[in-house]
């Protein structure tokens, strides 16, 4: 038994006529006709009889019909309750951040998405790559905003940005003034640098073993504006994304030239799953801002 089929019969009752009920569900008539018969045969009844131009429900037609009607009723409200759910603007979406990214480009997201979609409920949580993978794989969070390279086959990923790193120098150091610089320009510094847990310092790491500096780390905190204050009193210097740059800080940028001194930011989902309407658009307005 198929849907169709119900349809079919209850157009039939409605029209008094197989031309007309196959006009009305959009089928050629012969397809129609065929469809009611092998219905017939599942049921082991007669549902019609064809009386010249004329046809009427027979005793089992009557009986079946009420039961057809009510199983597409019930498929028709559940898919306005689907369709509902999926218009609606209302709903609530988690997004996750790294550190490194979280204060420098999230404000502007929620702003625009605020406005946007008032009476929806929006989550940041802001955490490490791994938490956040974790986070994605078990739905406690939508999609996540983070930094490359990830190496995770289960996610999905759409590149937002790929930005420049920079040196963060004192102002007394001898490059402080350089339109740029390269990595092996700062052997033998001393570094100030992010904790362990925080993907910039790795990717930091592995830009500086890529150049053949070994970097002697004399401090370590979880927050950029420390490292920018611990350069600024002498203690080392650091590096950075281009977003987390601090004019106000009593350092100098200088722009990294080596090929790898970059950073590319993405927004990842769990590949394979389904989104409601403000879900998606949340993620296309990270994507498209």
Known sequence: MELHQLRYI????????????????QVAQPSLSQQVLKLEEDLGAKLFDRLGRSVRLTEAGRVFLPHARSILNQVEAARSIVADKWADVRGSVAVGVIPTIAPYLMPRYTAAFAKKYPEAKLRIVEETTPVLVESLRDLSVDLAILALPLRHKDLEFFPLRTEPLFAVLPKEHPRAEAKSLALKDLRGESFVMLRDGHCFRDHSIAACVHARVKPRIAFESD????????????????LAPEMAIDRNADCRYVRLSDARATRTIVAAVLRGRSFSRVQQALLSGIRHK
């Not at 209850?10 to 569900?25: D, H, L, Q, V």
């Open 10 to 25: 209850s157009a039939i009752a409605e029209t008094g006529s197989f031309s007309r009920a196959a006009e009305r569900c």
């Open 223 to 238: 927050q950029f504006s420390s490292l920018f204050g611990m350069v600024a009193a002498g203690v080392g210097v650091s």
